[in-house]
Each structure stands twice: as C-alpha cells, then as structure tokens.
C-alpha cells in the first residue's frame, strides 16, 4: 500500500504521558541526548539521523522537557550533520514537521491515535507552519480522566513533548489552540546550500522508491485522429509519469491503444475494394502506401459505406470474424492500418518529448474469454438479458463484460488489462488519465475488481481515475474546427511553434541582432510546445479550459512563455557574475537576513511539497502553481534585494541559482525544455 505522503520513520517512544513543564535549556540534557545518540546508533536496524532526533528523554527535574528553543542549542552543528540530512532528507520540510509532531503526539497521548495535521501557516505574520491537531484531541480526549481542560492545554502538551530538531526556531500557540510554527533560518540556508552542492534527489516526494506504479494514459484510437482530448491525456499523464518517476517510483508508461474492435472489418473491407478497383484499372496488385496515407479519409469513406450499404456491411462484419480468427490475410491489413497511426502517434508524442510503451487492447484479446470465464465461475458476473453482466452495488448499470451476440468489449478489455497489471505487472498503483466523460466505467470497472476480489478496499495495490474535462473553443464550445471536425493536433502545435517562431525573430530584429535560425527553431519548440502543455496544466484537471493561442503564448502572466523568460533572465544574472556558484555553495553561507530573501528560500524549501500534493491529489496544477509562486517569489526579491555588484552578492547569487534550479525541476515536471537565453 503506497503512502500518500511520508514514509514512516522509526521513532523510540521511551515515555508515557508526559506532563506541561516550562522549558529549561540544560547542559545534562545535551550530554545525555548526546550519548543516547551514540547508544542507538550502535543498536543494528535502529536507524537515526540528524532529522529525526531522541525522542523525550529527560533530565533533571522530573517533568523538565526538551522543548523547541531547548533543541535548537543541542542541535548538531550543520557542517557535521550536512551529509546524514541530505541523505534523511528524502521528503519534505511539511514532513519532517509532521515527522517530529507524530513523535510529539505518542509521547504526549500514547493512548489516543491521531496522525500529525501540519500545513503552511494560513497567515505568514503568524509563522511559517502550523500544527492543528489541537482541537480535534481535545475532542477525543473529553470525558476522559485527567482530561484537559481548554484546547491550549492540550497544544501545550504537544509542544512540550516536541523532540529536539534543528529545524524549529519559535512557536507559539494561536487562537483557540493552533500551534504557530517558525523554523530555523539556519536550516532553511543549509537545505538550500545542501542542494546546490549535492542535487535535488534528496527532494522527491518521501514515500514511493521502488514502487511499481501503472500509468494509463494517452491511448489513442487506431486509424482515428489523435484529438484534443487525447492531447490531455498525453500531457497530464507524462507529467505524473515524471513526478512519480523522479520520486523513485518503477513507472511502467502504458499506452492503452484502441487497436481491436469491430471498426477493423469495415476498414479492412475498404482497403480491399480498393486495391481491387485499383488493378481493375491496370494497377499492380500489391499493397500501396497510399492505402493507409490518410487514416481519417480512409475511416471516413469506410463508415460511409458501412452506413449506406448493407452488402458492405455485411462483408466489414464478415472480415470481423476473420480477423478475430487469426486469419493471415486479415491481420497483415490490421497490422498495416496499426503502423500508420502508430506513425502518426509517434510523431506528435516525438514533439512532445513523451515516451510511451504501446500495449493496446489487443494485447489482452487473448486473455478476455478467461476472465469473463473466470468472473462467471465465481458467480461474480451474472448472465442478463444474454449479456454477461456485473452487477455492482450502488450503481444504476451493470459492467458488461460479454455482450449478448458473445462478443468482448472495452470493459472486457479492462478488466483483462487490469488482472494483467495486477498480476504480471505487479502494479502497487494503476492510474488511469482520460476524460471525465469515463468515470463511470471506471468506477463499475474498480467495483468489480473488489467484487472478484483482486482488489481490497484500504489495502494492497490502488487504483485511480484520473479524470480531465474538456477543451473548449473560444466560444466556450468544444473545441473544434470552423467545419466541425476535431481540431488535428499536429497543426495546433504547428501554429503555437510558429507564432512563437515569428515573435522571436520580431525581437531579433528589433534589437538589431542576427537570427539564428537553429536558435529561434529551438527555442520556438520549447515555448511553443511548452505553453500548450503549460496552459493544460495549470488549470485544475476537472476544469474545462478555454483553448487560446493569444492567452497561451502571453509574454505576462501565468504562461510557460513568461517563466521560460524568467528563467532566462536569472541565468542571465548568474552568467553576468562570472562566479563559479556551485564552488561558492559549498562555501559561503547563504544569508536569509532580508525577510524577501528568507521568504523566497522557504518557498523554494516547499518544492517536494508541492510534488508531494501532486501525486497525492493526482493534480499537476499543483506543481504550476508552486512554479508561478516561485517567480513571483524571486521578483520580489529581485525588486528589494541588489544582487550583482552588492554587498551580498555572493550569497544572493546562490539564491539565484537555487530558483534557477528549482525552476528547472518544475519544467522537467512538466515535459518543459528550459531556455537560458532568449
Ligand atoms: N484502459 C483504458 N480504458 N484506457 C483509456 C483508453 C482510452 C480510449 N482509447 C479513448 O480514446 O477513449
């Protein structure tokens, strides 16, 4: 069962209830903590780390607790913890919170369960933190012997129980019993410095190495256009594919194609009519490129004729039967028809720098007639109506999973790929990305899976439906072209290319440079594809969104076009200096004195957060959100803080690049190539 946030850290609860008590900074209580440091971490399988310090263990006067201003003067010094943090550090600055607030929960009520509520301070006047577990233990605890008497007494509790960190500098408690948490400007710099000299590992989301996680996206139909929708699938399952994939996770990126299905028989009829009008005409009798040149066309005049002429059809279902059966002649035409979309797919997911393991539905045709078997036999699918039917509660239709003429479907198909994901694949988590018009069949789809057993509700592997809405026009219709069709994918990125090709070399020209053209083509695909990808996105994915080029390649605002610029224009910054940063980062400390340069270091600090909420929700909103931030963060800084040629250069350069850095994590979360010059 995966995480949705941190791993688990083993932590030692020495004590039972712990009592309120002022907090006295004592030299014994260094020392002891000191040792039993050293005691545990000769005890084999015990792990500890700078981050995860003892916890409660006290000296002195019965009752005296290691508090939070108590830990800050025995925190290890950073130079010598440097390497154990970065290696503890796996995860987020949210996570070690909650890290040293579970601890501080057991040991303050070791009787009553409660999992750490930290999240950012909803006021940063108040702190940078806050822990809200106050109340709703109050709650639980009333009635209770001994119980306290106000909330507050109960967040005193907690705190008073915190272990000795290095990451909390102040609390204080807050209405009618938050607790306002500031952390320590020392250990913000040194995360930040950490990461410049040693890299981003240690900041994936916590909680997903080695886990083998199914991405279901993309998933065209064969010899039907790739559309707007699949368009989305594309870009918001790749982008799940890298946050998961940079956390650790063995993500398997399935493109589930819709390669089988009763529309090969009408499609392969066609072409064969074809062919023989074509030697009819004194043509050589062979196959020929031009058959499946235009996949649409040739689907198009299929259908046509499939509606308007009964003989046709009559065949097409004919050739159904024959493909199904294996027939040589029948399956070189599918395989032919499959190439060609498997071109046409490839050059946009090429373009779009997505990769993709193709295993479409035909795949499991050969396993369909066992799981339908296997369903029947466990009296889990039900004969209805001649249709083998599962009926799943809560739920106004049934699966159907064998229609009534026998024939398999596309929810036989699922339940077959998803058997297969689970058994073969050994998936701890299947995600699928498709339009939210889908969910119901995937719903009665994951129904079924309990029902048959292969899935438990709360444990063992995780399914999920990642849900999109549409694409609209700019008339807030679906978006589509002026003669009705779906808009073809290839020209939409042709264009948003080409705009950006033409604006480039506008400023070019304007600035009376020469134009390169390998440049401008380079950087027009970055921008070009980058803000088609960024403008899906960074809408929430349940949201419809309004497909505009004017909108999207916007030089202001929340566009990839804008933070492409702002990272060019940091790079610019730190390439002006001429300094050898990273030399540097290892080395000088970074100053956060300014309260723009400690706010922009703390928002840099929350990237792992913000991956972490990503795949938690399923949401890449999440991560162009944090990346807005993050500009905005950095060009207030950039407006109060001198850099180049100030007194702080050095330092501020480092926090230059640290945002350059992490804005580069973003883009490559997003499938976005980042400029450094524009
Ligand atoms: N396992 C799945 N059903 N994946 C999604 C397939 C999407 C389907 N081919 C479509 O275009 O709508």
Redesign the pocket.
């Known amino acids: 069962m995966l995480a949705p946030t941190h791993h688990p850290r083993p932590f030692l609860s020495t004590t039972t209830r712990r009592q309120v008590a002022p907090t006295t900074p004592l030299a014994s209580t260094r020392r002891a903590l000191h040792l039993f440091k050293l005691a545990l971490t000769s005890i084999p399988g015990v792990e500890f780390s700078a981050g995860q310090q003892v916890v409660a263990v006290r000296t002195g006067a019965p009752g005296a607790a290691i508090t939070t201003k108590a830990a800050l003067s025995t925190a290890p010094s950073a130079a010598t913890t440097t390497m154990a943090s970065e290696k503890a550090s796996c995860g987020s600055v949210r996570g070690e919170l909650c890290d040293l607030f579970r601890t501080a929960l057991s040991v303050s009520y070791p009787d009553v369960a409660a999992d750490p509520v930290v999240a950012p301070c909803g006021n940063a006047k108040n702190g940078d933190y806050q822990c809200n577990n106050a109340m709703a233990l109050f709650g639980k605890l009333k009635g209770a012997p001994n119980a306290p008497k106000a909330p507050r007494d109960v967040a005193n509790a907690i705190l008073g129980a915190l272990p000795a960190n290095d990451l909390v500098s102040e609390t204080s408690l807050a209405g009618p019993g938050f607790i306002n948490i500031r952390l320590n400007k020392d250990f913000l710099s040194k995360r930040l410095s950490n990461m410049l000299v040693n890299g981003l590992a240690g900041w994936a989301p916590a909680g997903y190495i080695g886990k083998k996680v199914v991405i ?1 996206f993309s ?3 064969v010899a039907k256009e790739m559309h707007v929708g ?1 368009l989305r699938s594309t870009i918001i399952g790749d982008t799940l594919c890298r946050i998961f994939e940079y956390s650790g996770a063995d993500v398997l990126r399935l493109n ?1 194609v ?1 390669d089988w299905g009763t529309q090969f028989g009408m499609l392969i009829e066609h072409m064969a009519d074809t062919r023989k009008a074509r030697v009819a005409a004194g043509g050589e009798d062979k196959d020929a490129d031009e058959d499946v040149s235009d996949l649409q066309e040739l689907y198009r005049a299929a259908k046509k004729r499939f509606d308007d002429e009964e003989e046709f059809k009559t065949r097409a279902r004919e050739a159904v039967t024959r493909l199904q059966s294996g027939d040589p002649v029948s399956l070189a035409a599918w395989q032919r028809i499959c190439a060609a979309s498997r071109r046409e797919f490839e050059a946009i997911y090429s373009r779009l720098g997505v990769t993709l393991q193709e295993r479409g539905e035909s795949f499991y045709n050969p396993m369909l007639k066992g799981v339908v078997d296997e369903l029947k036999d466990a009296g889990v699918a039900t004969i209805d109506d001649g249709a083998t039917c599962v009926f799943v509660e809560g739920q106004s239709v049934p699966l159907i999973v064998q229609k009534s003429d026998g024939g398999f479907g ?1 929810a036989s198909t ?1 339940m077959a ?1 998803l058997k297969h994901r689970l058994n073969e694949e050994k998936a701890d988590w299947i995600v ?1 990305v ?1 339009d939210v018009g ?1 969910s119901q069949h995937f719903e009665l789809v994951f129904a079924a899976a309990k029902k048959a057993g292969w899935l438990v509700e709360g444990s063992g592997p995780k399914v999920s439906h990642v849900g999109f809405g549409l694409v609209l026009g700019e008339d807030g219709k679906r978006f589509r072209t002026r003669s009705g069709d779906l808009v073809r994918l290839v020209e939409l990125l042709d264009e948003a290319k080409s705009r950006c090709a033409a604006t480039l070399r506008e400023r070019r020209v304007e600035a009376g440079e020469e134009v390169n053209e390998a440049e401008v083509e380079e950087a027009a695909c970055a921008m070009g594809y980058g803000a088609v990808k960024y403008a899906d996105l960074k809408n929430h994915r349940t949201t419809n969104y309004k497909f505009s080029f004017d909108d999207m390649l916007n030089l202001k605002g929340n566009t990839a076009v804008y933070l492409l610029y702002a990272h060019a224009r940091i790079a610019g910054i730190v390439r002006k200096a001429e300094k050898d940063v990273y030399a540097a980062a290892a080395t000088t400390p970074i100053s956060l004195d300014h309260p723009k340069e400690l706010e922009l270091a703390l928002h840099l600090c929350k990237l792992p957060e913000a991956l972490e909420d990503a795949i938690a929700e399923l949401a890449p909103n999440r991560v162009t959100d944090y990346l807005y931030d993050l500009s905005e963060k950095f060009n207030s800084f950039y407006v109060d803080c001198k850099v180049l040629g100030s007194e702080q250069e050095a330092s501020r350069l480092l926090l230059c690049e640290a945002t350059a850095v992490v804005m580069r994590k973003c883009f490559e979360m997003l499938g976005i190539k980042p400029l450094y010059r524009i």
């Open positions: 279901d998933s065209p139909n699949h589930h819709g596309y699922d790929a699928y498709t889908q």
